[in-house]
């Protein structure tokens, strides 16, 4: 059983995982963090060397070896806050043999910016659903921050969403460091949703750039981007936001430029003719964009906003049509 007890466990093994664990090691409030990962080697790998091998090696993990495991439910006894972080499309996998009472009474934290597929829901909705976590004990970390700039301790903004901002306060005060500042907000639907549409834009900034299209014409694109983007979170949770703020335009900037941007790339590769198996493939690490928008397509037939640039994107990705023609096609759509 746990109180407040500023006990974290972090789930999955990645790279954001891996900057999560460095952030709050480096946070010197009284915590205790403990990981959970599904890979064995690496586990034995970071007992014995404090290092993950796979994904942001450089980080040094300071913990002690009990602290570090494959086996979830023993790890999530003592937690006070469960923080997730595997790609959406792993999540089911991640928490198998995990029920509700296993969850009873934690705060639930997503880093996650995906839509669990199949479901068609965001992090927020699923773990309410099928874990009946009530939504303010829910939270969400997101904002403009790659996981490779963190290891490199680059000045990085956080927003932790929660609709009880005390606790999202309290959850923002372990993560605040030197290189990370951190806002809080009540907004987890925008927060949750912004960041999923971000990731699919980027796809469709990758894919512009992989068959030549320019600056200029990038520019315009994520312009009309974070249009469509104000409009699909108006439409699922209408409140007064500034879509101008770094959880939503800010994300969206840093995935659809940035070079560590793994959306980016991944489109970049459909753009050059890679197919989605290929450029699956090449790289080791998992785009977000692919998988949501397939999810978003579903979800937006409740809501119909008009979203030509996630429908482009969905049209290339699952209904093999030519990038150049879509974004030819989209192009005399965008203003
Ligand atoms: N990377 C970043 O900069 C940021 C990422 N995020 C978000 O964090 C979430 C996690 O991404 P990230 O840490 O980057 O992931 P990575 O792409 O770095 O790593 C992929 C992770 O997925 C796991 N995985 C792959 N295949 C499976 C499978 N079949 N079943 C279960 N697990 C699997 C891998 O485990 P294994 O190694 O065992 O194969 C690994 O832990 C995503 O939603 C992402 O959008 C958010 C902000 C920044
Ligand atoms: O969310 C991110 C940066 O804020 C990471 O984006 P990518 O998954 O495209 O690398």
């Keep these: 059983m746990q109180g407040h007890n500023n006990t974290i466990l972090v789930v999955g093994g990645g790279s954001w995982a891996t900057a999560n664990i460095k952030m709050l090691l480096d946070n010197t409030t009284e915590k205790k963090v403990f990981w959970w990962m599904r890979n064995e080697h690496a586990v034995e790998h970071l007992h014995k060397f404090g290092h993950n091998p796979s994904y942001l090696s450089s980080v040094e993990v300071k913990l002690p070896a009990s602290h570090i495991s494959t086996h979830l439910k023993s790890l999530l006894e003592q937690a006070e806050f469960?923080?997730?972080?595997?790609?959406?499309?792993?999540?089911?996998?991640?928490?198998?043999?995990?029920?509700?009472?296993?969850?009873?009474?934690?705060?639930?934290?997503?880093?996650?910016?995906?839509?669990?597929?199949?479901?068609?829901?965001?992090?927020?909705?699923?773990?309410?659903?099928?874990?009946?976590?009530?939504?303010?004990?829910?939270?969400?970390?997101?904002?403009?921050?790659?996981?490779?700039?963190?290891?490199?301790e680059k000045l990085s903004y956080l927003t932790i969403a929660s609709p009880d901002t005390e606790l999202a306060t309290r959850f923002a005060s372990m993560l605040?460091?030197?290189?990370?500042?951190?806002?809080?907000?009540?907004?987890?639907?925008?927060?949750?949703?912004?960041?999923?549409?971000?990731?699919?834009?980027?796809?469709?900034?990758?894919?512009?750039?992989?068959?030549?299209?320019?600056?200029?014409?990038?520019?315009?694109?994520?312009?009309?981007?974070?249009?469509?983007?104000?409009?699909?979170?108006?439409?699922?949770?209408?409140?007064?936001?500034?879509?101008?703020?770094?959880?939503?335009?800010g994300d969206l900037l840093v995935t659809a430029y940035s070079q560590f941007s793994r959306n980016r790339t991944f489109g970049n590769m459909i753009g050059k003719g890679y197919t989605v198996t290929s450029a699956q493939l090449e790289m080791n690490m998992v785009a977000e964009g692919y998988y949501a928008v397939n999810c978003l397509h579903q979800v937006n037939k409740q809501y119909k906003v008009n979203m030509p640039i996630c429908e482009a994107v969905y049209r290339i990705l699952y209904k093999k049509r030519s990038p150049i023609h879509e974004m030819k096609f989209l192009a005399e759509q965008l203003s």
């Design 82 to 152: 469960v923080l997730l972080n595997v790609p959406a499309a792993f999540l089911k996998d991640a928490l198998k043999g995990t029920t509700p009472a296993d969850l009873a009474g934690k705060k639930i934290i997503s880093a996650i910016k995906g839509i669990v597929p199949d479901e068609n829901l965001i992090i927020g909705e699923f773990m309410h659903k099928y874990y009946e976590i009530p939504l303010d004990h829910f939270l969400v970390i997101s904002g403009p921050c790659h996981a490779e700039e963190v290891a490199l």
């Design 176 to 249: 605040s460091t030197r290189y990370i500042k951190t806002v809080v907000s009540e907004d987890i639907y925008g927060t949750e949703y912004a960041a999923v549409l971000k990731n699919i834009y980027a796809v469709a900034s990758g894919i512009c750039h992989g068959i030549g299209y320019g600056d200029n014409f990038q520019s315009v694109l994520i312009s009309n981007a974070i249009r469509e983007m104000k409009d699909f979170t108006d439409a699922v949770h209408p409140i007064e936001r500034d879509i101008k703020e770094s959880a939503y335009l």
